[in-house]
Nanobody, 124 residues
Framework: DVQLQAFGGGLVQAGGSLRLSCATS????????IGWFRQSPGKGREGVAF????????RYADPVKGRFTISTDYAKSTVFLQMNFLKPEDTAIYYC?????????????????WGQGTQVTVSS
């Protein structure tokens, strides 16, 4: 059974940092791509960071490039999203998701497994 659990959200001031964690079970990182998505009120779900199964490099949506970094702790079966220089527009519920694919996958409709969200609020 594949399970994902996202946590680590919170309230932070603009310019600050947070690290989100996505604890996984039932997947192997060399077979699954992982993505981080977010959704704010009144907006659709937006992909922010993507990791391919071989993790050659992360891929990022333009609004977060240079500020967010996706990484993996294989021993802990956990994928992280380090978020620096946070802005009020980063406020959203953040989700992690997994799909069996060797490539980084941007489309949220292609993901097979989702964790529950974690709230990130950035105050100005």
């Amino acid at each position: 059974d594949v399970q994902l659990q996202a946590f680590g959200g919170g309230l932070v001031q603009a310019g600050g940092s947070l690290r989100l964690s996505c604890a996984t079970s039932g997947i192997t990182f060399d077979e699954y791509a992982i993505g981080w998505f977010r959704q704010s009120p009144g907006k659709g779900r937006e992909g922010v960071a993507f990791r391919s199964s071989d993790e050659v490099s992360g891929r990022y949506a333009d609004p977060v490039k240079g500020r967010f970094t996706i990484s993996t702790d294989y021993a802990k079966s956990t994928v992280f999203l380090q978020m620096n220089f946070l802005k009020p527009e980063d406020t959203a519920i953040y989700y992690c998701a997994a799909v069996k694919s060797p490539f980084a996958v941007r489309g949220d409709n292609l993901y097979q497994h989702w964790g529950q969200g974690t709230q990130v609020t950035v105050s100005s």
